[in-house]
Nanobody, 118 residues
């Protein structure tokens, strides 16, 4: 059974930093594509903000490029999202996603709230 547990969210002032963690069980993250999404309360759409592929290459949305960094620690089976220069528009629930190799199944965490005050 694949499980993802996010942590590290909270309230931060504009310009501040936070690091989110996503600890995975049931699958090795080195054998999966991993991504962070966010969803603004009241909106149905989830925005993909960062991803890291099995080979280690990373992708970022235009809205976070240069401010957010995705990384993984295979030994801890954990993926991180370091967020700097936070803006009020970064306020959202952040979700971790795992897509294991050879499957069409996406696994989601429960989400962690990030609130940026101006």
């Amino acid at each position: 059974q694949v499980q993802l547990v996010e942590s590290g969210g909270g309230l931060v002032q504009e310009g501040g930093s936070l690091t989110l963690s996503c600890t995975v069980s049931g699958v090795s993250i080195s054998d999966a594509a991993m991504a962070w999404y966010r969803q603004v309360p009241g909106q149905q759409r989830r925005e993909e903000v960062a991803s890291i592929l099995r080979g280690g290459s990373t992708l970022y949305s235009d809205s976070v490029e240069g401010r957010f960094t995705i990384a993984r620690d295979n030994a801890k089976n954990t993926v991180y999202l370091s967020m700097n220069s936070l803006k009020p528009e970064d306020t959202a629930v952040y979700y971790c996603l795992a897509r294991p190799r050879g499957t069409a199944t996406d696994y989601w965490g429960q989400g962690t709230q990030v609130t940026v005050s101006s």
